[in-house]
């Protein structure tokens, strides 16, 4: 069964296991990470490189 993560991107190199305080605004993350967090479902946090 494929079983989609929904992403959040960063700027940001995190570790597994290491936190990071967020301030989400952007109305697609806000909504994103509402439903995960009702849900109890896990997202996956990705480095994006500027340019």
Do not use: W
Not at 13 to 31: C, K, M, Q, W
């Amino acid at each position: 069964m494929i079983q989609q993560l929904p992403l959040f991107l960063l700027g940001t190199v995190l570790f597994p296991g290491s936190t990071l305080n967020l301030h989400i605004f952007e109305d697609r993350y806000r909504a994103m990470i509402g439903k995960c967090l009702e849900e109890n479902t896990p997202f996956g946090v990705v480095y994006l490189r500027s340019g």
